[in-house]
């Protein structure tokens, strides 16, 4: 059985899940308690759990992110959310100098449980201070996991195991996910370690996550008509990336297109592009091709703004030119 | 400015592949100082310079394969300034004509032993991609025999560089042959003798006083001795004798023994020994490939009682000897005896000598070979 269910709604769920089962657990952020949440996940919530645990903090990301640090050394299991990546950057320095290291700088006598959920990406005209994509960023630290659940099941499901684990976890929400409706199965199995292929095929191989797997997806459909195959990997995890599946859909289709909506200058793409140059550079049978943001802060017209994304036409365009 | 090109390292090389290079742009280079390793369709080979000058430009790619006679490097000579003669204000490097294959395609087309050189390229600016590989496997066998499916067989290209010489011997080359027997009781005594005397490793091997005998033969048989191109014969200055060695994994080539008219009989066996142990480990040089002036072929223990050779082109001659066998042999004085005997053999090449001088060769060297003790004196 599945029922229909919008990620929005899933993400909600995941949290109300979280909030019912452990007392640990509890939510912080601006506008999360009265407001319902910016884009309204945790609606009712305060109602539901009262104000020690549904949290509304000042407009301080290096405060409220470093009181979740404390929290979690504490024994809690905080989930903190960041309106958006644009604005963790306030906050990078509890992320990447306190929650990332200190496992490592306690000689593992800490650890910091803590779950930061943030939104990221373009699509959506909130210009350039709320569109972009760091998580590639984040995807260079060692000391966290960073996730991108893109499809409904992986919003529904990658909350839990995320607040499982003994180390951060940074989770990448696209904003422009939040409406997209999908069936989930009573029951999932989702994991925080591996990527997943959306869609099987064997003539090129899309490598994606988060806010491209749909446009992916839509190129893939596009290109079938013409009697290309295209492979959708996922990548769900960006760390520690699944180096093997990546390997894998190299070896199967020979040919990949990366798509992702950071710039392509030292971004994720660029890393996943290396790591097929070491571990699969004899499966290749045409240069790998990128589809990433154009090197832009991304603009607020319409028009400009889609123009400065990936889009499935150009995912398709790379692809015939890779074809020849 | 000298243009360096891939030379022919033998009449049966038509093109190599560079495997190494072993100077940089910028180093100074001296006559025979080993500059490239080339495979050809025999052994990896190592190439010696013939001038000496300093590295303007290494041209040839590693991995390349390219016919004899394609510029690999451009020396500048001693004293000559780049850039003086107005060529070289140092042009930034000319794109390479490298063919663009595929990473996939490539793994694919040696794992099924195609020759990528004959697939068409299909994919963005002509690349050769996997389908392309893929759709060449699956064509009838072309005009040219087919490879086997296998991977690219050593052997079978040794056999096939075999073949062009030795087909190109017999079409061009009219042979002559004569034959003497020679009695090597003297030559074997003075080698046992001298052997008694000697440390382990530095005894002598028959092959040795032959070969010595031969050299010192040739000296007064300057037609047998040289080179046949274009039309005319050329006499070689020194005497390179290239001795057939067969390898263990079948075929055989014949490495020269440079300058053996040359060396004592000692010599000849160090160099010998060198030559077979370096021969078996891929390890010869340019030189050695390319400049025997005739050859030898010893057939030893195992072979035969003699072997009438097939000459290899551009040389003229090629000397057998046959298994040493004791055989009944009558003196002097009317007694038959019991001797160990040779069978030496003269393959040659009548464009150039006739039978006559052919057999008058083959006297002397039995002659001398009676007289082992001043082999090992002589030196030319």
């Known amino acids: 059985m599945t029922r229909k269910l919008s990620y929005r709604e899933a993400m909600r769920e995941a949290m109300h899940e979280a909030l019912t089962n452990d007392s640990r657990v509890f939510l912080m952020g601006e506008d999360v308690g009265r407001y319902g949440g910016t884009y309204a996940f945790s609606k009712g919530f305060l109602e539901e759990f009262g104000p020690e645990r549904i949290r509304d903090t000042p407009l301080s990301e290096l405060g409220f992110v470093g009181a979740g640090i404390g929290a979690s050394l504490g024994g809690l299991r905080p989930i903190v959310e960041v309106m958006t990546v644009n604005f963790s950057l306030l906050a990078l320095d509890q992320i990447v100098n306190s929650a990332a290291l200190l496992r490592h700088m306690s000689g593992g006598q800490f650890s910091v449980p803590l779950v930061i959920r943030m939104c990221t990406g373009a699509g959506r005209q909130l210009a350039a201070q709320h569109s972009h994509s760091l998580e590639g960023w984040y995807a260079h630290i060692p000391g966290i996991k960073v996730l991108a659940p893109a499809t409904i099941e992986d919003a529904r499901g990658m909350l839990a195991p995320a607040l499982a684990d003994p180390d951060p976890v940074v989770i990448f929400e696209h904003c422009g996910l939040f409406n997209t409706e999908g069936e989930l199965p009573d029951k999932w199995d989702v994991d925080i370690s591996s990527a997943k292929v959306r869609r099987e095929g064997k003539h090129v191989a899309f490598v994606t996550y988060g806010g491209s797997l749909p446009k992916a997806l839509a190129a893939a459909e596009t290109l079938a008509a013409d009697g290309i195959e295209a492979e959708v990997l996922d990548l769900r995890v960006l760390r520690p990336l699944d180096t093997v599946a990546i390997a894998a859909a190299v070896a199967k289709c020979h040919r990949v297109v990366v798509v992702d909506e950071n710039w392509k200058s030292g971004g994720l793409a660029a890393e996943v592009v290396a790591r097929i140059m070491e571990h699969a550079f004899y499966e290749l049978d045409a240069p790998v091709a990128r589809v990433c943001a154009e090197e832009v802060p991304i603009p607020y017209a319409k028009h400009m703004e889609d123009a400065a994304l990936p889009q499935p036409e150009k995912i398709v365009a790379a692809v015939k030119e890779m074809l020849g | ?380």
């Not at chain 2, 006679?69 to 780049?82: C, D, N, R, W, Y």
């Not at chain 2, 050859?295 to 040389?315: A, C, E, H, K, R």
């Not at chain 2, 003269?346 to 082992?372: I, K, M, T, W, Y």
């Open chain 2, 1 to 380: 400015m000298i243009e360096f090109k891939l030379p022919s390292l033998g009449a049966d090389m038509d093109d190599g592949t560079l495997l190494e290079w072993k100077v940089g742009v910028g180093d100074t280079v001296t006559k025979g100082q080993v500059i490239a390793v080339v495979d050809t369709a025999k052994a990896a080979v190592d190439v010696e310079c013939w001038t000496p000058g300093t590295v303007h430009e290494l041209v040839a790619e590693v991995g390349q394969k390219m016919p004899v006679g394609t510029v690999m490097a451009i020396l500048s000579e001693s004293g000559e300034k780049v850039g003086a003669c107005g060529t070289a204000a140092v042009s930034p490097a000319a794109p390479t004509a490298r063919r663009m294959i595929s990473p996939a395609a490539r793994k694919h087309a040696e794992k099924r032993g195609i020759d990528l050189d004959a697939v068409v390229g299909s994919g963005p600016n002509g690349a050769v991609t996997l389908d392309d590989v893929e759709n060449a496997a699956a064509q009838p066998a072309p005009v040219t025999a087919p490879k086997p499916a296998a991977t690219p067989d050593k052997s079978a290209e040794m056999r096939k560089a075999i073949a062009a010489a030795m087909a190109r011997s017999k079409r061009e080359i009219p042979h002559y042959y004569v034959a003497e027997e020679i009695s090597l009781a003297k030559a074997l005594a003075w080698l046992q003798a001298e052997n008694l005397r000697r440390p382990m490793a530095e005894r002598l091997l028959p092959a040795a006083v032959l070969l010595k005998a031969v050299a010192v033969a040739l000296a007064h048989y300057p037609e047998l001795n040289g080179f046949f191109r274009d039309g005319s014969f050329a006499p070689a200055a020194k005497i390179n004798l290239g001795v057939a060695i067969s390898l263990r994994q079948g075929g055989l080539i014949a490495p020269a023994l440079l300058d053996a008219g040359a060396r004592n009989v000692t010599q000849i066996m160090q160099g010998l020994m060198d030559l077979v142990k370096r021969t078996r480990a891929g390890s010869l040089k340019s030189s050695e490939m390319s400049e025997a002036t005739i050859t030898v072929t010893n057939l030893g223990d195992q072979g035969s009682q003699l072997v009438f050779g097939v000459i290899y082109p551009p040389q003229v001659a090629l000397v057998g000897f046959g298994r040493v066998a004791e055989r009944p042999w009558g003196d002097a004085e009317g007694g038959l005896k019991a001797l160990p005997v040779v069978t030496a053999t003269l393959a040659a090449d009548h464009r150039v000598s006739d039978g006559h001088r052919g057999a008058l060769f083959l006297r002397e060297l039995a002659e001398l070979l009676q007289h082992p003790e001043e082999l090992e004196g002589l030196e030319k």
